[in-house]
């Protein structure tokens, strides 16, 4: 509509003058082509698909456009912990000698009595052993202690690695004033015995994912306030906020309750995000202004999502708002040049220059058109360079 009514009021203003009928249609049809809204039809639809492309390519699946763009306005991120801050299996956090050992020597015994194990716990004390590079020893006499843990032989000695409940009903006395910090946080404590005397104390808990200290950080730089849900204990909660730096904590949530916290979050005024994987984040999920899956996660949980992490890295948390960021730049970008471009292209073509015998012809006047659409693609394009880069996983991309 603006291109034809520019061009009849164009006819209409030259034709009242001398310069004849075929100058007042030379001057509408420039100013026609001119005003052809390609570039601004192109302005917005040109950098959603490049920005479509460039999420997917690493690794986010955008579902809700819409909540996708609105990444841009978020004030805080709203975490699950176990599975999304953490990676949900227990691992070994501290290892506290209590005899004449160091903290090697506990782990060394520890590792080759639950290498013949399959019990969670076992598995990640063997895992903590394999990341110190740990001889396993051969051991003999192995013996399951039916939910207290295991015994056998090293070389000439009786090694077990057993439960606080073990102690108590044993009668064997650990001074426990050097592990009350690990007791306050709710962590998993195993003990192991050399010949029946306490050699050491083992903790273990969920452990928090390397990333996920990366990503807090970053997004902590953005201006982005961090938070986490848990149905863990308050101290549990406390000890992985404390270590990852968050902003604050919901601890003993009842899966009915989650979406309840994310209301919480928005009455404080904060447009907020929510990063989940398991069933119970489904109702959180809705309720926030975007709702983040991890690709690990449930499919209740994947249903529930404007966008899913495919990774299962918290670090692509980052990644979606530079996106939803540099996206909003560029459509802001196209838009400027192309209303500009028309705001300075269609006066010139109308002939506001023809006192100074400057005329655009119509041929011009196409090749001008022509020109915004491709600059309008070109800084389309561009985005690819502001969009985010490829992130690290396990020391490859």
Known sequence: MIAIGSGLFTLAVWLSSDRGFAFAIERMVTVMVIACPHALGLAVPLVVAVSTTLAARNGLLIRDRAAFERGRELQAVVFDKTGTLTQGRFGVTDVVPLAEANEREVLRLAVALESQSEHPIARGIVQRAEELSLPIERVTDFRNIP????????????IAVVSPGYLDQQGIDVDRSRLAGLIAQRKTLVYVLRQGRPLGAIALADVVRPESREAIATLKAMGIQCMMLTGDSRAVAKSVADELGLDDYFAEVLPAD???KIREVKSRGLTGAMVGDGVNDAPALVESDLGIAVGAGTNVAIESADVVLVRSNPQDVTAILDLSRATYRKMVQNLWWAT?????AIPLAAGLTAGLGFFLSPAVGAVFMAASTIIVAINAKLLERAGPRPRKRNGRR
């Open 147 to 158: 939910g207290e843990g295991a015994s056998a032989r090293i070389g000439h000695e009786d």
């Open 340 to 344: 500009g471009y028309n705001a300075v």
């Open 258 to 260: 989650k979406a309840d």
